[in-house]
């Protein structure tokens, strides 16, 4: 079956300009996971997202923000940009909630904020 | 403070020898335990898990793991390297099947 897909894998914003992250997980997987990754801080975990509730929330500023629809698709916003917000942006799907089963990652999306 | 420490940041070994990727974690409970892996562009892979019993862990592509409560270690290790392992690897914890905290990662590097 297809694996976690996430669009776009690479964009581009200015500083202040807001943009949204996709991420489709595996077919019947209720799960969606979002972390950040950089060269600095390295794996950090965003937010968990379980048929359409936010049921886990890392340290991240207010900027960051997500949903995920009923077919279990979720987007990541971030708004008003800053240049600390370059980074790897990584979803991982699952079929249970939090660790209770295997996550499953996608590429990433590489957000370049200048 | 709640921490997971890769000591190692960069490993170069030869093809065919064997590897040990070291991970300590500092809770006051046994954590769930995970190593992952990251090739160039791509995003993490499962190696193996630990939640309970048995301590020496199997995972995929011949690597194993062995909690050891009394270190507070999960070492990554694999008795022969193929040029194909060469990756970023991550050691992740987790508190009450929570959110996944990942240590800083290590580089390994092979050379034929």
């Known amino acids: 079956k297809a694996g976690v897909t996430q669009t776009p894998r690479y964009l581009i914003k200015t500083r202040g300009q807001q943009v949204t992250l996709s991420c489709s997980p595996i077919s019947g997987h209720r799960s969606v996971s979002w972390y950040q990754q950089t060269p600095g801080q390295g794996l950090q975990f965003l937010f968990e997202?379980?048929?359409?509730?936010?049921?886990n929330k890392g340290n991240f500023p207010g900027r960051f923000s997500g949903r995920q629809f009923s077919n279990s698709r979720s987007e990541m916003n971030v708004s008003t940009l800053e240049l600390g917000d370059s980074a790897l942006y990584l979803c991982?799907?699952?079929?249970?909630?939090?660790?209770?089963?295997?996550?499953?990652f996608g590429p990433g999306t590489r957000l370049t904020v200048t | 403070a709640q921490s997971v420490t890769q000591p190692d940041i960069h490993i170069t070994v030869s093809e065919g020898a064997s590897l040990e990727l070291r991970c300590n974690y500092s809770?006051?409970?046994?954590?769930?335990l995970f190593w992952y892996v990251q090739s160039p562009g791509q995003g993490l892979q499962l190696l193996l898990k630990y939640f309970s019993g048995d301590t020496l862990v199997q995972g995929i592509k011949g690597f194993e793991a062995e909690f050891k409560r009394s270190q507070s270690s999960f070492n990554l290790r694999k008795p022969s390297v193929h040029w194909s392992d060469a990756a970023e690897y991550f050691c992740a914890v987790a508190i009450n099947t929570d959110k996944l905290i990942f240590g800083t990662g290590t580089r390994l590097q092979v050379f034929p």
């Open positions: 997202y379980f048929s359409e509730t936010q049921r």
């Open positions: 991982a799907s699952s079929g249970l909630a939090g660790v209770n089963g295997e996550q499953y």
């Open positions: 809770y006051g409970a046994t954590p769930y």
